[in-house]
C-alpha cells in the first residue's frame, strides 16, 4: 500500500522532467502528500503530454474515506479501476514515498527513493467526480503490487514505479491491454529505505 508520498521538487521541475512545454497555472509547493490533497499528475490528452493538480483519492458516496490505491492485480476487473486503466493512465511524480513497520505504538518511518533521489513515476489512473455542489474535479489513484526487495523487507506492497523509457507507453491510449499488463509486471528502478 501506499498511504502517503512526497515531492521535493517545485512544479517548474516536474514540467522539466516530463519535457511539458505548455505551463499551466498551478501553485504548488514541494511536500509530502497526504489522502485528499491536491498534487502533481501527468497525463496525455489529444496527443499531448500535459501536468496540472489532481485531488488524491476516488471518492464514492457510500464510502467513509476514499481510495487511494488500485491493486494492479485486480484494476482491470474492478469497476472502480476498469475503465481509468483502458483509457485514463496516469504519471504521479514523486520523490519516494513511506512506509511503517513495526508494533502498534513501536512503529519506524521509512523513507523509500532513488539513491541519486530523483523524481520516480508511480504509476496511476484518474477519473472526473462530481461534487456535492456541482464542481467537476480529477482524482487519481496509485497502482500498487506486490512489493521486492528492499520494500518487502517491511511491507508487502509497493507503488508500481515506471522506468522512464515506459512513461510514453503507459500515457500512450493506443497501448494494448497485453502491454499495460507487462509495465505492471516489470521491474522498477532500485530504491534505497533509510529510517526517518
Partial sequence: MCGRYFVDEAFEEILRRYKIHDVPE?????REVFPTNEAPVVIKAKDEVRA???KWGFVYPNMSRPVINARSETAGVKPAFKDALKKRRCIVPASGFFEWHGE???RTKFRIERPEKSIVSFAGLYTPFTAT??????AY???TRQSSPPVSEIHDREPIILREEDEETWLDQGTSEAEIELLMRQAGPQVVLNAV
Fill in 104 to 106: 502498534k505504538g513501536d
Fill in 141 to 143: 489513484v496509485i497502482l
Fill in 26 to 30: 498551478v501553485v504548488w509547493t514541494p
Fill in 52 to 54: 496540472g493538480l489532481m
Fill in 133 to 138: 455542489d456541482g464542481n467537476r474535479f480529477f
